[in-house]
């Protein structure tokens, strides 16, 4: 069976030069329309991979308006098609003016069959290296997502996720420590689908956020009756997590009576409802998570030892995103892709001002400060680029990072932030990563293996 042909859709409403484009056009399977219904119709059926337009179109022949609307409503549907424009003697304007609304060339008439022969081959051979790049990019995406869905390339975030996936398999607690905006909820998420018990229920509550005369009642359930208002009996949250996960986020929370409670929990593996006499076995993993200093607590009497020592089994340090070179723009690039699709279609991507903002700000919120900030930036653009405006990052004032011991080791240290960086940039396309940094591909590869960095 003969390879299929590519789809070329010719957009003419002379008949006469229609069937000269068909003819000429042996490599390809050629598709004609002669109104904007027709074209659109074609668009959506065939999916060409390029589209000649002439900007004529009736009902407006002698002018541009049809033509134009085409081009938007090819734009908007399949903006990666790439579209040549007919430019007639005196409408230089036009074609330029549809380039800069997104056609990829265009071509003056009365029409050289060769010369637009030529630049159709070349659309053609652009989008078929677009879609391979697309194919990569998605693939090295994957390749940079750990348990199931955290986006990551620095080795600090990766040692994490490989200690998560070693330890979930397994019954101890985790705690996770580290600031706010990390992602500790996912990894705990992560520790919980890691496991045997994937199939039982993620429960999460966040100490912090409920009043401390609650939170006994949120965490082991009461009885009916056992205080006013309590009209019917409810589970609590390790009851209801019973063969899963509980998830206790900012742990350092839970005021000194209720961790007696906890830890009896811990040791015996049994509950007691608020306003209950018998007690209820209950098979929950635990999770937990906090910013605060746990043994500063300990030393000042706020929290209990024995309690820390049940709660922390396996200790994770979660980094923070500052601590993770290049990851800033692989995960801004993550959000945008999924603001855009649900806030602002046409955003496509970062002007390079933005990605540069977003390489240098320090980010104190982490993560999700990033997440907050694509998500403003992505409804404000205009265009199809987000750019460092959108973002509307405070300006900085500091000049660098924190130095090294020696030019050694701060010489190492700046490339291989850089490195990362530029491997976040060009979602790890060396050729690209290399004319970035400015150096030959070689280098590139003994610097890659010279500091242990993982493409």
């Known amino acids: 069976m003969a390879d299929t042909k590519p789809k070329l859709l010719v957009v003419e409403d002379d ?4 069937a000269q484009l068909k003819w000429a056009y042996e490599d390809f399977d050629v598709v004609l329309a002669g109104t904007r219904e027709a074209a659109l119709a074609a668009l959506r059926a065939e999916e060409p991979a390029v589209v000649t337009l002439d900007l004529g179109l009736p009902p ?5 308006s049809e033509g134009f609307a085409v081009l938007e409503a090819v734009m908007a549907l399949k903006p990666d098609t790439k579209v040549i424009v007919a430019s007639g003697h005196g409408a230089r304007e036009s074609a330029l003016r549809a380039v800069e609304q997104g056609a990829y060339d265009f071509y003056q008439k009365p029409v050289d069959i060769d010369t637009l022969g030529l630049i159709v ?7 078929r290296l677009e879609q391979e790049n697309r194919s990569l990019a998605q ?12 986006v990551t390339a ?36 992560g520790v919980h689908e890691s496991s045997d018990r994937k199939d039982g229920a993620f429960v999460a509550i966040n100490c912090a956020a409920i009043p401390e005369n609650l939170l006994e009642s949120e ?15 409810t589970e609590g949250k390790i009851e209801m997590a019973h063969g899963g996960t509980l998830f206790l986020d900012e742990v350092g929370d839970i005021p000194l009576p209720l ?11 049994t509950i007691e409802r608020i306003g209950g006499r018998k007690p209820i076995a209950v098979d929950t993993r635990i999770v937990c998570a906090t910013h605060q200093n746990l043994e500063a607590m300990i030393g000042e009497g706020t929290f209990r030892e024995d309690l820390f020592y049940r709660l922390a089994e396996i200790v994770v340090k979660v980094p923070t995103l500052a601590e993770r070179a290049g990851d800033a723009v692989l995960l801004a690039k993550h959000f945008l892709t999924r603001f855009a699709k649900e806030m602002n279609p046409q955003v496509k991507g970062f002007a390079a001002d933005a990605l540069a903002a977003i390489d240098g700000w320090g980010w104190p919120g ?4 990033l997440e907050n900030r694509v998500k403003r930036a992505v409804i404000m653009a205009d265009g199809k680029l987000v750019s460092a405006e959108d973002l509307d990052l405070p300006q900085s004032d500091e000049d660098g990072v924190d130095l090294a011991l020696n030019l050694k080791a701060a010489r190492e240290q700046a490339d291989r932030r850089m490195i990362r960086q530029a491997l976040a940039r060009s979602e790890g396309n060396i050729s690209n990563t290399a004319k970035l940094l400015g150096i030959s591909r070689p280098t590139l590869y003994d610097l890659l293996k010279q500091y242990d960095l993982q493409t």
């Open 15 to 18: 008949e006469g030069l229609q």
């Open 60 to 64: 407006d022949p002698d002018g541009t």
């Open 121 to 127: 081959q070349r659309a053609y051979r652009l989008h």
């Open 139 to 150: 693939k090295v995406g994957e390749d940079r997502t750990v348990l199931g869905s955290m």
């Open 154 to 189: 620095a080795p600090e975030m990766a040692k994490v996720a490989r200690t998560i996936e070693r330890v979930a398999p397994t019954n101890v607690s985790v705690m996770l420590l580290g600031a706010s905006g990390t992602g500790k909820e996912l990894l705990a998420r």
């Open 219 to 233: 965490l082991f359930g009461h009885e009916r009756g056992a205080f006013t208002g309590a009209v019917k009996m």
């Open 259 to 269: 961790q007696v409670k906890l830890l009896r929990f811990l040791q015996e593996r």
């Open 366 to 369: 982490n993560v999700r400060e």
